[in-house]
């Protein structure tokens, strides 16, 4: 079974940094890894998308890395700003399960002014 | 290009009350996958319908159920309601058409059992 562990649990930055949040999953033979956003009581947004084929995905200020072989997905966010705080959700689908997405308990990013 | 709609946005049900959750899914897509969320943590998978069939289940029980409808949307029955259901209720959209199924969700209901 696919376990999801997401590295550290909270994050709090001043603003201008930048920053790397971690994602780990157990089973490599994955399709594809997403990275998500959510807002406090809010939906998902995604993010990023990166295809086992890939090695990474670039989207404005954010960068997200895949290395199937270790089970590892990095996101990283440049020049950090308030705007940027929220939960930060990775999710890997199980392609013998209706390609369900299993998620980690996600990253609460706080950047502060 | 619409994207995933849901209703209600918020509910409040009494413990042993039955709730129906509606979803839209997103022009063009014929998978609609809903999700459950307790507080703090991540989605958990509770099933998937594809062109009106159910395509996977997480493990929950058999009081939740769903439909999906011709048009692709779809609802998510959970009867017999628990405390321990109270959470947030995602539902997602994909299709094979984009061919790396990346799931598209919607905003949720918040979902309040007393």
């Known amino acids: 079974k696919q376990e999801v562990t997401q590295i550290p649990a909270a994050l709090s930055v001043p603003e201008g940094e930048n920053l790397v949040l971690n994602c780990s999953f157990t089973?490599?033979?994955?399709?594809?890894l997403q990275w998500f956003r959510q807002d406090p009581g809010k939906g998902l947004t995604s993010l990023l998308l990166?295809?086992?084929?890939?090695r990474e995905q670039t989207s404005g200020r954010l960068n997200a890395s895949l290395d199937k072989s270790s089970g590892r997905s990095t996101l990283y966010i440049a020049a950090s700003q308030p705007g940027d705080s929220a939960t930060y959700l990775c999710?890997?689908?199980?392609?013998?399960?209706?390609?369900?997405?299993?998620f980690g308990g996600g990253t609460r990013l706080m950047v502060k002014p | 290009e619409t994207g995933v709609t849901q209703s209600p946005t918020h509910l409040i049900k009494t413990r042993g009350q039955q709730v129906t959750l509606r979803c839209s899914s997103q022009?063009?897509?014929?998978?609609v996958s809903w999700y459950q969320q307790a507080l703090g943590q991540g989605p958990q998978f509770i099933f998937q319908?594809?062109?009106?069939?159910?395509?996977g289940r997480g493990n929950f029980p058999p009081r939740f159920s769903g439909l999906q409808f011709p048009n692709y949307s779809s609802e998510l029955n959970v009867n017999a309601l628990e405390l321990d259901d109270s959470a947030l209720y995602l539902c997602?959209?994909?299709?094979?058409?984009?061919?790396?199924?990346?799931?598209?969700f919607g905003p949720g209901t918040r979902l309040t059992v007393t």
């Open positions: 319908y594809y062109r009106e069939e159910e395509n």
């Open positions: 999710a890997v689908p199980d392609n013998n399960a209706g390609n369900m997405l299993t």
């Open positions: 089973d490599s033979a994955i399709y594809n």
């Open positions: 022009s063009g897509h014929n998978t």
């Open positions: 997602a959209s994909s299709s094979e058409q984009t061919a790396v199924y990346e799931q598209y």
């Open positions: 990166i295809q086992s084929s890939q």
